[in-house]
């Protein structure tokens, strides 16, 4: 990074989503319900109605605790295009808050309804909380959980009491202090208090009020466990079951042909082949198994199977679904954009339409922006070490040696310039070999001198790395101590 503001990534540029909503809407009607027995109108209403519900309900536990929250806005007019995002229930850094804050700002100027979907049924731990320690002067990422448990899906991932949290707090406060960042403690304690205060909540609502309080967001959110429990969303799950074979062929043949394309040798990428034996075949579907989450195998034999609540989207059928029947606008960040290639290739396959063009917005922000840059420029310089010899007066007189430093390097690299003008001209024999001669030597002399200079031994410490780079370059601190940074 060049300077200490944030890299923004935002493809196609913002200035453009406009039109490109105006195009999703026509594309989404020509798409229309190309998914046989799925009405996209219907599923519209029913993501909209239990987004509404599920983020009133957070207003309601918010204040419960003694947390207020304004009660989100309902009044949407019944055409007001869907500008939907998504991402696991986890304790946001810059990267994922900047999807939501471009969701909110995006949704507001064109009169939208802003959906976040909570993936809620993927297995991490959702109350992963990290925080820096610096020590001797390396930065380290220590992290503790915000959950009672880290196994299992998000969705069952529930608050520890306040006890355990302000415990975290307590251990984040002592390394903030022991590592001279004062200055972080006051946001640290303004979010942990919240998350305090949510002992017993579902990781995945406790995340989101704590978000709403800092942040001011207000747009509407649904775990995607409760869409797949709408009406609409079991017939499109039906659909995929109503051919298992069918569907399965096409997965594959789509996911061949995009590693082909992208020149993608693990086969694990962007998603794994559908097994298929002659007994059974394998769905992008999961299947709930207590607190766990298994892939569905569907017989062969025996006719179509009806799916029950415990069959959700997996994967891969996510997005076709909330693109596919829902959305007009989608906003993926980096992650995200790099599979639903696959996605947009197998909807044609299998719907024969095109589906509605995501976004991507991403953010990279480092906690120590200066230090990232100091680090940067030093092994810059690490890796001109021998440039230095050869061509001294291009490092002269910028500040990179003291004063007498500067002073031997720039006679040294006179003299250099010299021998080889004389060396040119030479002729081969005693006279071009002594002349060679000399040259050598002076360039042993720049070695010895620069090897003597303050430059070079701050160069040579361990803590001048590639290593020690990529912990400062950590970028996945929460959101919150970056407001403090």
Excluded at 17 to 30: I, M, V
Excluded at 70 to 92: C, E, R, V, W
Excluded at 438 to 456: E, F, G, S, W
Aim: net charge neutral; aromatic share 6%; hydrophobic share 40%.
């Amino acid at each position: 990074m060049s300077d200490d503001k944030p890299v923004d990534t935002v493809q196609p540029p913002l200035c453009d989503w406009g039109s490109l909503l105006t195009e999703n809407s026509k594309a989404r009607q020509r798409v229309g319900d190309a998914v046989r027995g799925v009405s996209s109108q219907l599923m519209r209403r029913e993501v909209r109605e239990a987004a509404l519900k599920f983020t009133q309900g957070l207003v309601a536990i918010a204040a419960e605790r003694g947390i207020p929250l304004p009660a989100p806005k309902s009044d949407f007019p019944h055409n007001a295009p869907l500008i939907m995002t998504g991402h696991q229930p986890l304790l946001y850094h810059p990267g994922l808050l900047f999807k939501e804050e471009l969701l909110n700002t995006f949704a507001q100027a064109q009169s939208g309804v802003p959906i976040s979907v909570t993936i809620d049924t993927d297995e991490v731990d959702s109350g992963r909380i990290t925080w820096p320690a610096i020590h001797d002067g390396v930065l380290s990422a220590r992290e503790s959980t915000l959950a009672t448990t880290r196994d299992g899906m998000c969705g069952r991932q529930t608050m520890a009491q306040s006890e355990a949290v302000l415990g975290i707090l307590a251990e984040i406060r002592s390394d903030l202090s022991r590592g001279g960042m004062g200055h972080l403690e006051g946001a640290v304690v303004s979010a942990l208090q919240l998350y305090s205060k949510l002992g017993g909540v579902p990781v995945a609502e406790a995340h989101s009020i704590v978000r709403r309080v800092l942040t001011g967001h207000s747009h509407l959110e649904v775990p995607l466990s409760a869409v797949a429990g709408l009406q609409e969303s079991r017939h499109f799950i039906r659909t995929i079951m109503a051919d298992a074979a069918g569907f399965a062929a096409l997965y594959n043949e789509a996911l061949v042909e995009h590693r082909r394309e992208h020149n993608i040798k693990n086969a694990a990428n962007p998603f794994p082949n559908m097994e298929v034996s002659s007994a059974q075949v394998e769905l992008p579907l999961w299947t709930m198994a207590g607190a766990n989450r298994q892939p569905v195998r569907v017989p062969v034999a025996g006719g179509a199977a009806e799916p029950t609540q415990s069959i959700l989207p997996r994967g891969s059928m996510v997005t076709l679904m909330l693109r596919a029947c829902c959305a007009d606008f989608f906003i993926h960040g980096l992650g995200g954009s790099k599979y639903d290639q696959f996605v947009d290739r197998f909807a044609v396959k299998w719907l024969g339409a095109e589906l509605p063009r995501f976004v991507v917005a991403s953010r990279t922000q480092y906690l120590f922006p200066q230090k990232v840059q100091q680090l940067e420029a030093e092994l810059l310089l690490k890796s001109q070490l021998k440039e230095m010899v050869s061509h001294p007066q291009n490092f002269v007189g910028k500040g990179l040696f003291l004063q007498a430093e500067d002073q031997l390097l720039s006679e040294a690299g006179v003299e250099r310039s010299g021998l080889l003008s004389l060396l040119k001209q030479a002729a081969e024999g005693p006279e071009r070999s002594a002349i060679a001669h000399k040259l050598n030597d002076l360039n042993r002399r720049l070695r010895d001198t620069i090897h003597q200079t303050q430059l070079y031994q701050r160069l040579q410490d361990p803590a001048c790395s590639e290593a020690i780079l990529r912990q400062w370059r950590y970028r996945e601190f929460p959101f919150f101590l970056f407001k403090s940074a």
